[in-house]
């Protein structure tokens, strides 16, 4: 019993130590949203007035960098910044294509045939992963598995 006792302390300060460090290893982890609307304004602030610097569709993936109010402060894969309306993204996960061009195969696997081709800048559905590949639907409707490394998102 006394030895337990003696180890004690070092024991409660390791789980302090840790149960510390675990929410930043969470919030280390970037929060990502997908466009929730039809069309949405990527405003320059966080206001309905602010000037909107570009419009995104439906679906587009976005990486929450910050927050003001309701307001989310996003950058995109091209690493524009911009402000967009909490309400109007969702936690659906979509990717979009940041190569020239992405193969969407029946499989994952790159000998597998090619269903659709995809360009730089479409917006793919996230269905599921796997290594490597990643099953998406395209907005065309085909879906199929692309590498990992030709896309952005989750």
């Known amino acids: 019993m006394a030895r337990f006792s003696r180890r004690l302390p070092a024991l409660l300060l390791a789980f302090f130590f840790s149960w510390m460090v675990l929410p930043s290893a969470f919030a280390a982890q970037p929060q990502m949203v997908s466009v929730a609307v039809k069309t949405l304004n990527m405003r320059t602030a966080p206001s309905q007035r602010a000037e909107a610097h570009w419009t995104v569709s439906r679906g587009y993936p976005l990486r929450v960098i910050g927050r003001k109010g309701d307001w989310l402060r996003v950058t995109d894969f091209e690493n524009d910044k911009a402000w967009v309306f909490r309400s109007m993204t969702s936690k659906t996960p979509h990717h979009v294509v940041k190569a020239k061009t992405a193969q969407l195969r029946r499989a994952p696997g790159a000998r597998s ?15 599921e992963r796997r290594g490597d590949w990643v099953k ?19």
Do not use: M
Request: no cysteine; net charge positive; hydrophobic share 45%.
């Open 136 to 154: 998406v639907r395209h907005e065309g409707g085909a879906t199929g598995w692309v590498l990992k490394r030709s896309l952005w998102g989750w």
């Open 113 to 127: 045939p090619v269903v659709k081709k995809a360009v730089y800048g479409d917006v793919l559905r996230t269905l």
